[in-house]
C-alpha cells in the first residue's frame, strides 16, 4: 500500500472550500432549522395541556388547525427520505411551478435548495425534539406556577422553557450532527461541498484513500466541534 | 365572618365519570377547614376546584366574591387569592429556594426584584430556612422542599390557602416540621386554610371544621373532635379504624 501525503497536502486547499460550504449549509440550516423546529414542535402541542390550560371558543379550532398542519409538516418530511426531498426542491419544484404559473424561468439554485432542505428536514426532526422536551415537563409545576396566578406566558417564558431548553440538547446535538453529514447528500444536485470536492478530486488522480481518508477527518473535525459547542451550552446550565 | 369560598350544587365530571356529586360547601373568612377521606372519594378534585386547576362542570363557585362560571376571565384573579401547597411541592427545579419564594410575588404582583426578595427572605426565615436560600430544591429533603413550597404559596399574600396532602409523600420524621408550620400560619396570621390531610392530630388540634368525604360526597361534618368521637356512617367509623392506626 502506498499511501502518498502530498496527495493529501495538494487536495487541503479544494477540500477546504467544501468544507466551508459544508459548514455554511450546516450552520443556516440549523437556525432556520431551529425556528422551524420550535414553530411546529409548540404548534403539535397547541390548546394542549402541555403548554397550559385549554383554550375557549374559536381558539379551540384555531388550536386543532395549527396542531393538523405542524403535525402534517412534521409527517411529510420525516416520512421521504431527504435526498428526495433535495432533489424534489431542484428539479421538481421549478417545473411544478412552470406548470402552474407563467414563470417560464424559474430555477433555484443548487445552494438555496440545499440550504432550505436542510431548514425543512431538520426543522421536522426538530419540532419532535421540542414537543418531546416541552411535554416532559412535570405538569404539577404548571399548576405551581397557575396557583400563584402567574400568567402562562410568564410560566411558559420562566418555567417550562428553560427545564425544556435543558433536556433538548442532547436530542439536538444528535440532529445537528445529522443535519451536517446529511449535507454530504447534496452531491446529487451538484453542491460543490465537501464530498463533491473530494469526488472531483478523486475523479481526478484516483486517489481514493488518502481522498476520502481526509474527507472523513474534516467531518469528524466538524462534527466533534458541533458536539463540543452543545456540550459546552450543557454545562454552563446549572444541573438540578 | 363572612364566607370566602362558596360551592353551590357543584358537580365535577371527568369524561363520563362523575366524581363530585352536588357538593354544597363553605369556608368562612379565618377557617381552617380539614378535609379527609379514602382515596378517590373526591376531595383532591374539591380543593382543585377552589382555584379551578379544574373548572367545576355544573353548579356554582364563588371565591372572594368572583362568581364561576360567569366570571371566567377572572380565574387568574382567584388564583392570587387563593394559594396552594402540593402533596409532591412542585418547586421549580432550576431555581434556588429564594427565587421559588420571589418568582410570585415578582411575575403576579409584579414587584421589583428587592422588594420580591425582602419578602422571600422573611418568609423563608419564618418557614426556618433562612440558610438554605441558594439551595436549589433537589439539595433540600422532601420536608425541607415542601417548607419552600409552603412559603412560596403565602408569598403572593393570598387570603386562602389550599393543602393538597401536604404531608403524604414526606418520610415520618419530616411530618412534624410541616405541619409546625401549617400550625403556626393558622394561629399567627389567622390565614383561611382549607387542608386535605390523613393527619388526625392536626385537625383535632388546628381545624375549625372537620368534612368527611366519600364517594364525590360531602357525608359528615362537624367539630373535628365531635367527628371523631361520635362518627355518625359506618363509612366513616371504617374509615377512621384505619387511620387511627398509624
Known amino acids: 500500500m502506498d499511501f502518498e501525503f502530498s496527495v493529501v497536502i495538494d487536495s487541503l486547499p479544494a477540500l477546504f472550500e467544501g468544507a466551508k460550504l459544508t459548514w455554511y449549509i450546516t450552520i443556516l440550516g440549523i437556525i432556520g432549522g431551529m425556528i422551524f423546529g420550535i414553530l411546529a414542535g409548540l404548534g403539535r402541542i397547541a390548546g394542549t395541556a402541555a403548554l397550559g390550560e385549554k383554550p375557549h371558543g374559536i381558539f379551540i379550532w384555531v388550536s386543532v388547525l395549527i396542531r393538523y398542519i405542524s403535525g402534517a409538516y412534521v409527517e411529510l418530511i420525516r416520512g421521504t427520505p431527504i435526498i428526495v426531498q433535495a432533489m424534489f426542491l431542484y ?13 417560464e424561468r424559474f430555477r433555484i439554485e443548487a445552494l438555496t435548495a440545499a440550504i432550505i432542505t436542510i431548514i425543512v428536514n431538520a426543522g421536522a426532526y426538530i419540532a419532535e425534539i421540542v414537543r418531546g422536551s416541552v411535554i416532559s415537563v412535570n405538569k404539577g409545576l404548571l399548576e405551581a406556577g397557575m396557583s400563584l396566578g402567574i400568567s402562562r406566558f410568564q410560566l411558559i417564558v420562566h418555567v417550562i422553557g428553560p427545564i425544556a431548553i435543558r433536556r433538548m440538547i442532547p436530542p ?7 443535519s451536517l453529514k446529511d449535507t454530504s447528500l447534496f452531491i446529487v444536485i451538484g453542491v460543490g461541498e465537501l464530498t463533491r ?14 481522498i476520502w481518508l481526509t474527507v472523513a477527518i474534516m467531518y469528524l473535525i466538524m462534527t466533534t466541534a458541533l458536539a463540543m459547542t452543545l456540550r459546552h451550552f450543557e454545562k454552563k446550565m446549572k444541573m438540578f | 365572618m363572612p364566607n370566602i369560598i362558596e360551592l353551590k350544587n357543584v358537580c365535577k365530571s371527568f369524561g363520563n365519570t362523575e366524581v363530585l356529586h ?26 382543585r ?4 386547576l379544574e373548572m367545576i362542570t355544573t353548579g356554582e363557585l364563588i371565591v372572594d366574591s368572583i362568581r364561576i362560571p360567569d366570571e371566567q376571565g377572572r380565574i387568574r384573579q ?30 403576579a404582583r409584579k414587584m421589583n426584584k428587592s422588594k420580591a426578595t425582602d419578602i422571600a427572605r422573611s418568609l423563608l426565615d ?13 439539595q433540600l429533603s422532601g420536608g425541607q422542599q415542601q417548607r419552600v413550597a409552603i412559603a412560596r404559596a403565602l408569598a403572593v399574600n393570598p387570603k386562602v390557602l389550599l393543602f393538597d396532602e401536604p404531608t403524604s409523600a414526606l418520610d415520618p420524621e419530616m411530618i412534624g416540621e410541616v405541619l409546625d408550620v401549617m400550625k ?13 390531610t390523613h393527619e388526625m392530630g392536626f385537625a383535632a388540634q388546628v381545624g375549625n371544621r372537620l368534612i368527611f368525604m366519600d364517594d364525590g360526597r360531602i357525608v359528615e361534618e362537624g367539630k373535628p373532635s365531635d367527628v371523631m368521637k361520635n362518627p355518625q356512617s359506618e363509612r366513616l367509623k371504617d374509615f377512621l379504624g384505619h387511620v387511627k392506626h398509624h
Open chain 1, 91 to 103: 428539479f421538481a419544484f421549478p417545473m411544478l411551478v412552470k406548470a402552474v404559473t407563467d414563470i
Open chain 1, 172 to 178: 439536538l446535538g444528535n440532529q445537528f450532527i445529522i
Open chain 1, 197 to 210: 470536492q473530494g469526488q472531483e478530486i478523486m475523479a481526478s488522480n484516483f486517489r481514493a484513500l488518502e
Open chain 2, 22 to 47: 352536588n357538593i354544597n360547601f363553605a369556608v368562612e373568612e379565618g377557617e381552617v377547614v380539614v378535609v379527609i377521606g379514602p382515596s378517590g372519594s373526591g376531595k383532591s378534585t374539591l380543593i
Open chain 2, 49 to 52: 376546584c377552589i382555584n379551578c
Open chain 2, 78 to 107: 382567584i388564583r392570587l387569592e387563593v394559594g396552594m401547597v402540593f402533596q409532591q411541592f412542585n418547586l421549580f427545579p432550576h431555581m434556588t429556594a429564594l427565587e421559588n419564594v420571589a418568582f410570585g410575588p415578582r411575575k
Open chain 2, 126 to 138: 419564618k418557614v426556618g430556612l433562612a440558610e438554605f436560600e441558594n439551595k436549589l430544591p433537589g
Open chain 2, 184 to 196: 403556626n400560619i393558622a394561629k399567627d396570621s389567622g390565614m383561611t386554610m382549607v387542608v386535605v
